[in-house]
């Protein structure tokens, strides 16, 4: 089945550790996303590639990094200078670079600062 | 800047009625709108878009209704079941046309909807 998959489902992070989110698709989309949610806040955009070896900022990039070495893979690593990671990471991709036919999710992962 | 807000945070339903779930825009430009349902702990789910040269699109129990005058979006979920109790999220395509290159969804906070057996 083609579908987007996120791992780990729950990952613990020590204080000024860095830490890196896998999202990886086979539905050949273009494009990819990584989404962060809180409670009460929906959904905000961190990064997002629209091809290979390329990507933009989103809303709130600060503290974290991506690449795109691989149509298929988009990691997102989460580094010492996010002061707040603990959230619901959500990765999603588009079979087009604009997007214009919505959005795949995968099933996220929670990160939790301990 | 564009924003995509709900009209309530929490919903509860008794099952077997009909739900409707608001979501008002700001971007007139916007042309393209998804719903999305969002169970606990896992990643929003597709259920129904429309274009904007729509007013209303009907799935499975489930209908969308645009109007472009007030710049308001519904969901409508009929006959509601206990599985139907979730967030859910309208989203917004912005920047087609006018900022090639610039597009991307921007999602509502949610309502979260309970369904009272």
């Keep these: 089945d083609g579908g987007i998959t996120q791992s780990p489902k729950y990952l613990f992070r020590k204080e000024g550790q860095n830490v890196t989110l896998s999202c990886e698709q086979n539905l050949n989309h273009d494009a990819m996303y990584w989404y962060r949610q809180d409670p009460g806040q929906g959904l905000r955009l961190i990064y997002y590639s629209q091809i290979v070896n390329d990507f933009q900022k989103g809303d709130i990039a600060e503290g974290y990094s991506v690449s795109r070495e691989k149509k298929e893979s988009f990691p997102l690593t989460v580094t010492s200078a996010q002061k707040n990671p603990t959230a619901f990471y959500l990765c999603a991709s588009s079979i087009d670079r604009a997007g214009y036919y919505g959005y795949t999710f995968g099933s996220g992962t929670r990160l939790t600062v301990v | ?117």
């Excluded at chain 2, 007139?28 to 702990?41: L, N, P, T, V």
């Excluded at chain 2, 896992?42 to 472009?68: A, C, E, Y």
Aim: hydrophobic residues 35%; neutral net charge.
């Design chain 2, 1 to 117: 800047g564009e924003s995509v807000g709900l009209h309530l945070p929490t919903l509860s339903v008794q099952e077997g009625d009909n739900s409707i779930i608001n979501c008002a825009y700001s971007n007139s430009a916007s042309d393209y709108f998804i719903w999305y349902k969002q169970e606990s702990g896992k990643g929003p789910q597709f259920i129904i878009d429309i274009r904007s040269n729509m007013d209303k699109r009907q799935g499975q129990r489930v209908t969308v209704l645009l109007n472009k005058t007030v710049k308001h979006l519904s969901l409508q979920i009929a006959a509601t079941q206990p599985g139907d109790s979730a967030v859910y999220f309208c989203a917004e395509f912005s920047g087609w046309r006018s900022n090639f290159g610039n597009e991307k969804l921007t999602f509502g906070t949610g309502t979260r909807l309970t369904i009272i057996p």
